[in-house]
């Protein structure tokens, strides 16, 4: 659907649509549960879920992510949309850095590393080109750093 891909990266910097979307995460998470992770997001942007631990709880929690492919690994970004605080997600990862991805209906057991320097920024470039509205993440969050993490399979 390049039409509808072109609108969703067009209308990612509105700060309306990141507040309708963290609305409806929700039900993104459904949809990708009930579909074995073939469909994310609508299917118009490349998807995958994480499930990670709860740092605090010891319960699975999964999330809808966007992602680039790096080689056979995931690069995915704790944008939260542009907001001041980190994603649960993020910090559950950096509690516990295994976790599992399903991605186009297959689970693939990772380990989450954050990435740091030159690697950092070819992974951003890499995100930035998928999502551009991580630009406007980066400026809404006041500077926190946007934590890239690169997600290897461990099988």
Do not use: C
Not at 4 to 20: I, K, M, N, P
Not at 25 to 47: E, H, K, M, N, Y
């Amino acid at each position: 659907m390049p039409g509808l891909s072109d609108l969703a990266r067009r209308l990612g910097h509105q700060q309306w649509f990141a507040t309708v979307f963290r609305v409806v995460v929700p039900l993104d998470r459904l949809v990708g549960r009930l579909t074995r992770g073939r469909v994310v997001a609508l299917g118009v942007i490349p998807s995958l879920l994480i499930t990670t631990t709860g740092r605090r709880s010891g319960k699975p929690r999964t999330n809808p992510l966007l992602y680039v492919p790096d080689g056979d690994a995931y690069v995915v970004i704790g944008s939260n949309w542009g907001q001041p605080h980190q994603p649960s997600w993020a910090l559950n990862l950096l509690a516990d850095s295994t976790a599992r991805v399903t991605v186009k209906g297959r689970e693939i057991p990772v380990r989450g590393r954050a990435v740091s320097g030159e690697e950092r920024d070819r992974l951003w470039h890499m995100l930035v080109s998928e999502w551009p509205a991580y630009q406007t993440y980066l400026t809404r969050a006041g500077g926190r750093d946007l934590r890239i993490f690169r997600l290897e399979p461990t099988a």
